[in-house]
């Protein structure tokens, strides 16, 4: 929440507190999930060690005073209690204070698994979540600040539950508890006045814990970017190197960082100033009730134990007030952490499936497109009425400039992306009227730079199907090409690839990635400039393995070499957003068009190429 929410009295808006409600809302269902049975039977036994320990937290001081009147050796009403003897009380006033602790400890020990249940729940539903967003949502948000805002919402949910729940409740329970207390056993003077210490305490408290939480904001944004920065600089570790950023880079973070500082001192600086507003309220209101007893001493109406239950009273009271300022900080902290993160999960997947959507049924894998328009913006039309047919296992390459909609077709064909007119069909059957389960699972897609997880070859290639074989795998790369080098290693399949697969070279990315499609075993195949980032033999030798992997499915391959399509069933020619032509590989030649051009622009530079390296 941006800092212009927060208005100059440093309270927050209406927008912002039905925010927070909402927040409130949605995390209260895990206190009393329908059909939990479990869970609801840890929140009552919560409960009722709670009530218990804050009922005999509120006796303890009476066995104090006890034991101080049978020293003393003064007795009013609760003589049978001075019959215990001074030892006794002692012991017994020990035990109270023993049992107030083992209550509560008894709270948090079964309340814990119903706090990390809600996590991990609400942790689930927003990975889950986030994997639905459609690919436009993804390309415009920063890795590293999405983490962030995942991260501290979900810590916030056992927080806020926890804190809710334990802390403000028995706090306001235990201060009942005591102004009744004085009231009925001193006087209504003595309420009153604790009454309107924690009344000055908590309004101050509030008014500038307020104030605080507009700064811990402004203190969270320079934290994200700072992240932000960080990861994004780390990402990109080989570019910063090639360019020899690194002061750069540091002076960016550092920019972020100091941002962060200021922050963090006015954080620092307010917190003193709470703490020490909120000490002279409480000194005040307990030196005013201590005097007040003190004078009754004096006057005979109260015994030595009556000033000193009374000033264990105020103290007991103290204790739990010195933590309201932090409490509700955090509460409030929570609930705009938690809001963030909820906002993640109001915001709406712009792909989604149609209610009764049929999973999609591959008989041969026919595409076609219909008059296909697409823009990524209204103001900028990508693909202008696409028609374009590839029967069942064919081939057909699209060739066209950078920005033609090569690129898009494949997104759309995906369903990253839903065309904005016409259609596309796979036997008949529109895309948008499938699941999107059965549409990915029937497409296998390598791409130009094959991205893999930070984790074993093995793992990468099984990751194009979960339940495969330890043969399953080894066939699968075989096919690519790449068992024999995996066999090279000292690790063999266990050897890590790095972060995004940068300990292998990218033709050897590459053949993990026809390895782990070959193992999906797709019916219709996406190569989007699968070798354009190779070097000219690794790409001669990986084109093998893609061929070999075409065979009996049906395939759309993207392509900026016009060398690597020469043999497909039909080359498209694409020009902004329009087929300007197509035919195979000898018929378009013939014509003497655009693709005729192509192809003799790229051999001139082929050629050209060998006599630059001498």
């Given at each position: 929440?941006?800092?212009?929410?927060?208005?100059?009295?440093?309270?927050?808006?209406?927008?912002e507190r039905?925010?927070g409600?909402?927040?409130?809302?949605?995390?209260?269902?895990?206190?009393?999930?329908?059909?939990?049975?479990?869970?609801?039977?840890?929140?009552v036994?919560?409960?009722v060690?709670?009530?218990?320990?804050?009922?005999i937290?509120?006796?303890?001081p009476?066995?104090?005073?006890?034991?101080v009147?049978s020293?003393?050796?003064?007795?009013?009403?609760?003589g049978w209690?001075?019959?215990?003897?001074?030892?006794s009380?002692?012991?017994?006033?020990?035990m109270?204070?023993?049992?107030t602790?083992?209550?509560?400890e008894l709270?948090?020990?079964?309340?814990?698994?119903?706090?990390?249940r809600a996590?991990?729940?609400l942790?689930?539903?927003t990975?889950?979540?986030?994997?639905?967003?459609?690919?436009?949502?993804?390309?415009?948000?920063?890795?590293?600040?999405?983490?962030?805002?995942?991260?501290?919402?979900?810590?916030?949910?056992?927080?806020?539950?926890?804190?809710m729940?334990?802390?403000?409740?028995?706090?306001i329970?235990?201060?009942?508890?005591?102004a009744i207390?004085?009231a009925?056993?001193?006087?209504?003077?003595?309420?009153?006045?604790?009454v309107?210490?924690?009344w000055?305490?908590?309004t101050?408290?509030?008014k500038?814990?307020?104030?605080?939480?507009?700064?811990?904001?402004?203190?969270?944004?320079a934290?994200?970017?700072?992240?932000?920065?960080a990861?994004?600089?780390?990402?990109?570790?080989?570019?910063?190197k090639?360019?020899?950023?690194?002061?750069?880079?540091?002076?960016?973070?550092?920019?972020?960082?100091?941002?962060?500082?200021?922050?963090a001192?006015k954080t620092?600086?307010?917190l003193a100033?709470l703490?020490?507003?909120?000490?002279l309220?409480?000194t005040?209101?307990?030196?005013?009730?201590m005097?007040?007893?003190?004078?009754?001493?004096?006057?005979?109406?109260?015994?030595?134990?009556?000033?000193?239950?009374?000033?264990a009273?105020?103290?007991?009271?103290?204790m739990?007030l010195?933590?309201?300022?932090?409490?509700?900080?955090?509460?409030?902290?929570?609930?705009?952490?938690?809001?963030?993160?909820?906002?993640?999960?109001?915001?709406?997947?712009?792909?989604?499936?149609?209610?009764?959507?049929?999973?999609?049924?591959?008989?041969?894998?026919?595409?076609?497109?219909d008059?296909?328009?697409?823009?990524?913006?209204?103001a900028?039309p990508?693909?202008?009425?696409?028609s374009?047919?590839v029967?069942?296992?064919q081939?057909?390459?699209?060739?066209?400039?950078?920005?033609?909609?090569?690129?898009?077709?494949?997104?759309?064909l995906?369903?990253?992306?839903?065309?904005?007119?016409?259609?596309?069909?796979?036997?008949?059957?529109?895309l948008?009227?499938?699941?999107q389960?059965s549409?990915h699972?029937?497409?296998?897609?390598?791409?130009?730079?094959?991205?893999l997880?930070n984790?074993?070859?093995?793992?990468?290639?099984?990751?194009?199907?979960?339940?495969?074989?330890?043969?399953?795998?080894?066939?699968?790369?075989?096919?690519?090409?790449?068992?024999?080098?995996?066999?090279?290693?000292?690790?063999g399949?266990?050897?890590?690839?790095?972060?995004?697969?940068?300990k292998?070279s990218g033709?050897?990315?590459?053949?993990?990635?026809?390895?782990?499609?070959?193992?999906?075993?797709?019916?219709i195949?996406?190569?989007?400039?699968?070798?354009?980032?190779?070097?000219?033999?690794?790409?001669?030798?990986?084109?093998?393995?893609?061929?070999?992997?075409?065979?009996?499915?049906t395939v759309?391959?993207?392509?900026?070499?016009?060398?690597?399509?020469?043999?497909?069933d039909?080359?498209?020619?694409?020009?902004?957003?329009?087929?300007?032509e197509e035919?195979?590989?000898?018929?378009?030649?013939?014509?003497?068009?655009r693709?005729?051009?192509?192809?003799?622009?790229?051999?001139?530079e082929?050629d050209?190429?060998?006599?630059?390296?001498?």
């Open positions: 929440m941006p800092p212009s929410q927060i208005t100059t009295a440093g309270k927050p808006d209406r927008a039905a925010r409600w909402r927040t409130i809302r949605q995390v209260a269902p895990y206190l009393w999930p329908p059909g939990q049975t479990w869970v609801k039977r840890r929140v036994i919560a409960l060690a709670l009530v218990a320990a804050k009922l937290s509120v006796s303890t009476f066995l104090y005073k006890a034991a009147d020293l003393a050796g003064e007795a009013r009403d609760e209690l001075l019959a215990l003897g001074a030892v009380l002692t012991i017994a006033y020990g109270a204070r023993l049992m602790v083992a209550f509560g709270r948090d020990a079964v309340f814990v698994r119903v706090g990390q996590l991990r729940q942790a689930l539903e990975f889950e979540h986030i994997h639905r967003l459609s690919m436009r949502y993804h390309i415009t948000r920063k890795t590293g600040g999405l983490s962030r805002i995942i991260e501290r919402g979900v810590k916030g949910v056992d927080f806020l539950l926890r804190f729940l334990f802390s403000v409740g028995p706090l329970l235990e201060l009942t508890l005591v207390l004085f009925v056993l001193f006087d209504w003077r003595y309420a009153a006045i604790v309107v210490t924690i000055a305490y908590v101050f408290t509030f500038i814990t307020e104030w605080r939480v507009s700064i811990r904001r402004r203190m969270n944004e934290d994200t970017a700072a992240n932000q920065k990861i994004d600089s780390l990402l990109n570790f080989e570019t910063v090639y360019f020899g950023a690194e002061r750069r880079e540091a002076a960016r973070y550092d920019a972020s960082m100091e941002g962060y500082e200021k922050m001192v620092g600086q307010s100033a703490n020490a507003g909120q000490s309220i409480i005040a209101g307990l030196v005013a009730v005097v007040m007893a003190a004078l009754g001493v004096q006057q005979g109406k109260l015994t030595v134990g009556d000033f000193v239950m009374v000033q009273y105020m103290i007991q009271i103290t739990p010195g933590f309201l300022g932090t409490v509700y900080r955090e509460i409030r902290q929570a609930l705009v952490d938690m809001g963030e993160m909820f906002d993640l999960l109001h915001q709406p997947a712009e792909i989604t499936d149609k209610p009764g959507a049929n999973v999609l049924k591959v008989q041969g894998g026919a595409l076609r497109f008059q296909v328009k697409f823009a990524y913006d209204p900028r990508i693909l202008k009425g696409i374009l047919e029967p069942a296992g081939t057909v390459a699209l060739v066209g400039p950078s920005g033609s909609g090569k690129s898009t077709i494949g997104r759309l995906f369903r990253f992306y839903d065309v904005t007119g016409g259609a596309i069909t796979i036997d008949g059957q529109d948008r009227d499938v699941t389960q549409l699972d029937a497409i296998g897609v390598v791409p130009q730079d094959t991205v997880f984790d074993t070859i093995r793992y990468n290639i099984a990751y194009g199907r979960a339940d495969a074989t330890e043969a399953e795998i080894v066939a699968a790369a075989r096919a690519a090409k790449i068992h024999d080098f995996v066999l090279s290693l000292p690790e399949y266990d050897t890590a690839v790095g972060e995004r697969g940068l292998l033709g050897e990315k590459q053949r993990v990635g026809i390895a782990r499609t070959l193992l999906k075993n797709p019916p195949l996406l190569l989007d400039e699968a070798t354009s980032a190779l070097d000219t033999q690794t790409e001669r030798d990986i084109q093998d393995s893609l061929k070999a992997m075409g065979r009996g499915r759309i391959t993207i392509a900026h070499r016009l060398s690597t399509i020469a043999d497909a039909r080359i498209v020619v694409l020009e902004k957003g329009e087929v300007v035919g195979r590989h000898e018929e378009l030649l013939s014509r003497g068009g693709y005729a051009a192509m192809w003799a622009r790229q051999s001139a082929e050209e190429a060998p006599e630059a390296a001498e």
